[in-house]
């Protein structure tokens, strides 16, 4: 066996194509308030840990956090996340706890993990000593980037990365060294000038020690400016490196991609989207088959959080734990109730449930219902002028059922579903068509609703329905039979105009 290589706009092991799908592994090396249900005052590890101690002593917070790191993530989590068909983590790294030891023997197994069930894991430095961007993200703590202010802080992150280096080198199932998490927001932007020679050093310093293993780069301003990169076309970073985005809340369109896959044509390189999620189901089946048709390899953020339903891992809230919300914002009590209540929260984590349908969502696998302007592609001849603005590139009419025109809010970051005032309706004249590709290992009913006036046809793989369609909505039916594993689906206008709303798909 050997290394994952970048060879021009793909990754390649063994001289063999290597695609990448997996999730991002945050919450445990680096835990966020978010995932927690905890306020702004405790939105980073480091008030998190402040937070323990203050309320239940130093002897109980090691006890707690022991416990917390073994059980997160365990070697059942990533047997899991093979059997369901992907092959790669992403694993968050707090520098902080590289210094002091506790993240090694956690990054240690989970690369063995990797080796055992046949997933990548890539190595993800989230939060450099100082922080890269300012934020509770990088668990900085005076909110500000001073990893670019203060040069020991660089030197520290170069010797982090010699150690990585030196430590995983002859790993062949490590996929690469992402170097850097989202750094610098454009609030930060006197720093942008800084971060590409920071990239060179800890190239320089990684090969060094390492001439294998991948290097992965990001962008700035939260993973989505790709600018910075504009240098490496005459001076390129290394040989054998990818570039990353992150994309949330946002059009899943290739139309929002288009600066990132242009960038990457233009350096001829593959292009990695290292983090996207926290939004709803519908949302995931939209934008992460677009990554797929795109050839673009990525990872779901975050795999676990608590009292969720839009990600894959999720577990209770505790009871009681809004007595621990308060405290996060200054109040007292006493140790015993303290303890209780994180020991409560750490039982609530070891019996976390899978929310199947967020892995249905992100590979269309039945059964699901989608919403009909999330195709995979059409053929149409109508202009896109005065229709909601979204898949503007591609010539079917997509429209607000409201009748409004502009942009559409994604923004569901809780996972909750699009409001009314945001639905969407495919409009297709005669001789258009829209298609979809379910996955899909048996026979299945696919129920389209729709309404219109003039002939329709529903295709399901090699099953063919024509039905007239009415003023009224209707659900129009046809059994398919995949092949390969996959369902395609074909929506056709034969005469007169068909309005389209939801395409449903139910193993029968």
């Known amino acids: 066996m050997g290394y994952v290589q970048a060879k021009s706009r793909h990754l390649e092991r063994d001289g063999k194509p290597l695609f990448l799908r997996g999730f991002g592994l945050g919450g445990w090396l680096l835990p966020e308030g978010y995932m927690w249900k905890l306020p702004q005052a405790c939105d980073r590890p480091r008030r998190i840990e402040a937070l323990i101690v203050r309320l239940c002593g130093e002897e109980y917070a090691v006890h707690f956090w022991k416990r917390y790191l073994d059980g997160y993530i365990t ?7 093979a059997r ?11 520098a902080r706890h590289l210094d002091d030891g506790t993240a090694w023997p956690y990054i240690d197994a989970c690369v063995t993990w990797g080796k055992r069930h046949g997933v990548y894991v890539m190595l993800d430095m989230h939060g450099a000593l100082g922080g890269q961007t300012g934020q509770n993200i990088d668990d900085c703590e005076h909110d500000q980037p001073e990893l670019f202010q203060n040069v020991a802080y660089q030197d520290a992150l170069a010797e982090h990365w010699r150690q990585l280096a030196s430590r995983y080198r002859d790993e062949e199932m490590v996929v690469g060294y992402d170097l850097l998490n989202e750094p610098l927001p454009n609030f930060f932007a006197q720093y942008h000038p800084l971060l590409l020679p920071l990239y060179r050093r800890l190239a320089a310093e990684i090969r060094e020690i390492d001439p294998y293993h991948l290097l992965v780069v990001e962008g700035l301003h939260w993973a989505t400016d790709f600018s910075v990169f504009d240098a490496m076309r005459e001076h390129p970073l290394d040989s054998n490196c990818m570039l990353q985005f992150h994309k949330y809340w946002s059009e899943p369109d290739v139309e929002s991609l288009r600066s990132f896959i242009d960038c990457a044509a233009r350096l001829n390189m593959p292009l990695f989207e290292g983090e996207s999620g926290e939004n709803n189901l519908d949302w995931y089946a939209a934008a992460f088959p677009m990554y797929e048709r795109n050839g673009i390899s990525w990872s779901f953020w975050s795999y676990k959080k608590m009292n969720c339903d839009n990600s894959p891992v999720t577990f209770a809230l505790p009871e009681g734990w809004e007595r621990i919300q308060d405290c996060a914002n200054g109040i007292t009590i006493s140790k015993v109730e303290a303890k209780g209540l994180f020991d409560v929260f750490l039982d609530c ?3 976390s449930t899978h929310n199947d349908a967020v892995i249905r969502a992100l590979s269309k696998r039945a059964p699901i219902c989608l919403p009909a302007e999330h195709f995979d592609a059409c053929a149409g001849h109508s202009s896109r002028q005065g229709t909601a ?29 699009q409001p009314a005032e945001e639905n969407l309706l495919v409009l297709l004249d005669a001789g ?31 099953s063919t329905n024509v039905n007239k369609l009415g003023d009224a909505w209707q659900t129009l039916q046809c059994i398919g039979f995949p092949e390969n594993g996959a369902l395609d689906v074909c929506l056709t206008c034969i005469t007169g105009e068909a309005i389209l709303e939801q395409v449903c798909v139910t193993p029968c």
Request: proline share 4%; with cysteine.
């Open 432 to 462: 258009e068509e829209v298609r979809y590709r379910f996955a899909a290992d048996v026979s299945c009913r696919v129920n389209v609703l729709c309404r219109g006036q003039g002939e329709f046809c529903l295709r399901a793989g090699e």
């Open 389 to 417: 603005e979204y898949r503007m590139g591609e010539p079917v009419r997509i429209v607000f059922e409201s009748g409004k025109s502009g942009k559409v809010n994604f923004d569901r970051n809780a996972g909750q579903p």
């Open 84 to 94: 369901e068909g992907f092959n790669c983590v992403r694993l968050p790294i707090n």
């Open 75 to 81: 070697e059942s989590d990533i047997e899991w996340i």
């Open 349 to 351: 984590l070891q019996n």
